[in-house]
């Protein structure tokens, strides 16, 4: 368990942005940052970070938080492990208070699954460096590729010994139970036996974004050995193989400063080009891309280059993962090696400079690079230069920018020597075929942005529900407290008066409804009668998980007019922060009148159903001092500055 001062020194040092940028592009908009959620696969940005409060929220999955719950989410850390990971970042040390038995055999099993992936993979080195079998096989292969220390020391490259039990027995005498190892995907469990997976084979750990080891790959080296040239960890709970991409961890920074993204092959692609100086380069590790890879790549840039090898036939087998990098609104280009060349060898033979000035002039975008990869098969053969214009005209169907496609169709008309009417003519027709395939008996949400409170909310109050009425003018009025607690404002009474004392003594006599409204007001009044004033920052660290979601939800604001449009057109809008009084002042009366009109509803749905002559008199002469209140409030709101 990590000591509360560490926690404390954690919080006080992150800066959310730094950490978020570590896995999103964030572009500034106003005084907050967006981007694409990486959380959905969204097509606009609506995950937003407001580096003056702390706080992310991401509109189209509904996640919001501190930095902490952001490494939480983003990466499916515990807590501990995102506090662990903050630490590292900022270099603080870790202090940690000492657990009990039933504390320790009730920990994380993510987190055990970690620290035994954690185990193997520094056994894997151990082995590699300083066994007569790791340094005589493993450490020699690598060396024969031309890997150099810092390079195996930067992938943390293994070698697994010619053991069945080599690290099952290593791990048994460092207290790790079998379970544990067969959840990992470290050993077998068949037939009442035990053995390693990975045996006599060079290792390549697989790291998450924030650097843990989540799987193995593990290379044989032995010409007899019939099994498979690679094997991998199997699924497990931790790694995801249709989520990962191969080097991400080591590259993702230099993604986001070169705003492109070399996509290869193998674990040695990536390994041989960091080596050369290239490292905004991942892999696929050998299988077809996924949409989550997709999305994966799209965190850190939208521009992606597909690198590869000088086989004809590998290129046409490796096109079929083209078109989900279209769907996913990436601007794709593709160069293909010389005949017998991967990036591996490639790289190392030309060098940082030499490979990075031949993809330059040899990339080309996708759509034209597949076309003529594709056209050079045909021949003469027209049944086969149909089939190809068909499958050209199906990739650019992929992407969503219409504009976008007319290029693409227009360039495309040119290469193949199709009429462009012809070529409009067959994607228009996949697009209505794939429209046809995408319906379902059940209605489509539209890709709209977020409303500025919840769908279910707006919709009510169009039907006129005075009681969700009632709850969005309470949630407004927390809103308020939430972002402006702390501020000072003027009133007739004093000067320089808090905001939430204002509040409480506007609205003492009401009672809201929502019951983590009441909890939120119930703090702020506790705090103040304490003398300490608060805002929403303190809020969230509340014991409440509700309360701390609705603070985050009411923090965020997602749209905010720039400085700069306001100058160029010499337009003042004012701002909420100028009128804090009537801001506080209105949203209670308006509060206080849609609690009225419910009282008058339900005064009259009483008088419905009265029989005695006297109730329906006592009835009707609430129901008018209700009216009378009613009309009060709406003339005191109708001079109100704000409304």
């Not at 807590?79 to 270099?91: D, M, S, T």
């Not at 390549?204 to 193995?216: D, E, L």
């Not at 070399?262 to 891309?289: K, R």
């Amino acid at each position: 368990m990590i000591h509360p001062s560490t926690i404390e020194e954690i919080k006080n040092r992150i800066d959310i942005v730094e950490v978020v940028e570590d896995f999103v592009t964030l572009k500034r908009s106003g005084s907050s940052y967006k981007a694409l959620s990486p959380f959905t696969n969204e097509k606009t940005p609506s995950f937003y970070v407001v580096p003056s409060k702390g706080i992310f929220k991401d509109f189209s999955s509904g996640k919001g938080g501190d930095a902490i719950t952001f490494v939480m989410e983003v990466d499916g850390l515990s807590y501990v492990e995102a506090l662990k990971y903050l630490a590292g970042k900022y270099g603080i040390e870790v202090k940690e208070e000492e657990q009990s038995d039933e504390a320790q055999q009730a920990q994380n099993k993510r987190e055990s699954l970690f620290i035994v992936l954690n185990f193997a993979n520094e056994y894997f080195q151990d082995v590699l460096h300083n066994s007569e079998e790791g340094k005589s096989i493993g450490l020699s292969y690598f060396k024969e590729r031309g890997f150099t220390e810092e390079t195996i020391k930067k992938f943390e490259l293994g070698y697994s010994k010619e053991l069945w039990d080599g690290l099952l027995n290593e791990a048994i005498q460092k207290g790790y139970n079998k379970e544990l190892l067969a959840e990992a995907g470290l050993i077998i469990a068949k037939e009442g036996k035990n053995y390693d997976r990975f045996r006599s084979r060079v290792m390549f750990p697989i790291h998450n974004v924030s650097g843990k080891t989540i799987a193995f790959g593990g290379r044989k080296l032995s010409s007899t050995d019939k099994s498979a040239k690679y094997i991998n960890s199997p699924e497990t709970e931790l790694y995801h193989k249709s989520r990962v991409l191969y080097g991400m961890f080591q590259g993702k920074n230099s993604i986001r400063k070169e705003d492109n993204c070399y996509l290869v092959e193998g674990y040695t692609d990536v390994i041989s080009m960091h080596q050369a100086g290239i490292e905004n380069v991942v892999a696929s590790s050998g299988t077809a891309l996924t949409e989550d890879q997709v999305k994966l790549i799209r965190r850190y840039s939208e521009n992606v280059t597909v690198i590869f090898d000088g086989d004809q036939a590998g290129i046409k087998a490796s096109m079929r993962g083209i078109d989900l990098l279209l769907e996913g609104d990436l601007n794709v280009k593709a160069v293909a090696l010389p005949e017998g060349e991967d990036p591996d060898s490639y790289a190392r033979q030309l060098g940082a400079s030499g490979f990075r000035d031949y993809v330059a002039e040899e990339a080309q975008d996708i759509i034209r690079f597949k076309t003529k990869v594709l056209l050079d098969e045909t021949g003469n053969d027209p049944v086969k230069k149909a089939g190809v214009i068909k499958d050209i005209v199906s990739s650019i169907t992929k992407i969503n920018d219409p504009v976008k496609r007319t290029v693409y169709i227009k360039e495309c008309s040119d290469l193949l020597g199709i009429s462009e009417s012809v070529l409009v003519a067959e994607q228009n027709k996949i697009l209505i075929e794939n429209r046809k395939k995408q319906r379902s008996p059940e209605p489509q949400q539209p890709d709209i942005e977020a409303p500025p409170f919840p769908m279910e909310q707006e919709e009510l109050i169009d039907q006129l529900d005075i009681g969700k009425i009632i709850e969005y003018q309470e949630r407004e009025s927390i809103r308020v407290l939430v972002n402006y607690g702390k501020s000072k404002i003027e009133t007739r009474e004093m000067q320089d008066q808090s905001l939430i004392d204002y509040f409480l003594n506007e609205a003492d006599e009401i009672q809201f409804t929502n019951e983590t409204y009441r909890k939120i007001i119930d703090v702020f009044r506790e705090k103040l009668n304490e003398g300490e004033v608060i805002d929403g920052e303190y809020l969230m660290n509340h014991e409440d998980e509700e309360v701390r979601k609705t603070v985050i939800d009411l923090s965020a604001d997602k749209y905010e007019i720039s400085e700069n449009w306001s100058e160029k057109y010499q337009i003042h809008v004012p701002r909420e922060t100028e009128f804090l009084r009537d801001v506080t002042y209105t949203n209670v009366l308006r509060l206080k009148f849609r609690i009225v009109q419910q009282l008058i509803e339900e005064e009259t749905d009483k008088l419905k159903h009265a029989t005695n002559e006297a109730d329906v008199d006592e009835l009707l002469d609430d129901i008018n001092e209700l009216k009378k209140v009613s009309v009060e409030i709406a003339k005191i709101l109708g001079n109100v500055l704000v409304g």
